[in-house]
């Protein structure tokens, strides 16, 4: 996948989000598209050094495919920045992974987070997961691109089918 073409954030993730529409295409299979959506965050957001997904199972996160180094298996919800968003139902960003009480480390070399909980009406599956060695790398411009790329993963994806395994 090439880099985004436009310097501007709303413009690139509009053109990722069209990537990623083209990439889920007349395939359902939620673990592909994840897997998917996960290579192609990672290959096209530039100073990241861990993109991927927890899923809900019972009251913990469990991790689903991702791009970067290994990583946590399970977070409680609450706990770190991924239980947090999940508990909390709701996109956060991270300046400082320092600054955020309960961090859970996975990678020393995480800076900054950004989470964006997978939400279809009253039910959440999980979470997206991005992290950075760059203080400061996210805000609000990631928030909502990131989130209109969820929306489009969960629209295409048979999500209920991979958890009810």
């Known amino acids: 996948m090439p880099e985004f073409s436009t310097p501007d ?14 990439l889920f295409a007349g395939e ?3 673990l592909a598209n994840a897997a998917n959506m996960a290579a192609l965050l990672f290959a096209n957001l530039t100073d990241l050094n861990w993109a991927g997904f927890y899923f809900l199972r019972g009251n913990e996160l469990v991790l689903g495919p991702f791009q970067g180094k290994v990583a946590c298996v399970r977070i409680a919800l609450g706990y770190g920045v991924c239980g947090a968003a999940a508990q909390r139902r709701q996109t956060i960003v991270v300046p400082d992974v320092h600054e955020f009480p309960g961090h859970i480390a ?3 070399a995480s800076r900054s987070e950004i989470v964006v909980p997978l939400i279809e ?4 599956w999980g ?8 203080l400061g790398r996210f805000d609000g411009s990631d928030a909502a691109g990131l989130e209109a790329c969820v929306t489009e993963f969960l ?11």
């Open 9 to 22: 954030a709303a413009a690139s993730y509009r053109e990722l989000e069209t990537q990623a529409r083209a």
């Open 121 to 124: 009406g009253p039910k959440i």
């Open 106 to 108: 996975c990678d020393a």
């Open 127 to 134: 979470v997206l997961d991005l992290d950075s060695p760059k």
């Open 28 to 30: 359902r299979d939620a």
């Open 155 to 165: 629209r295409a994806s048979d999500i209920a089918g991979l958890l009810a395994q």
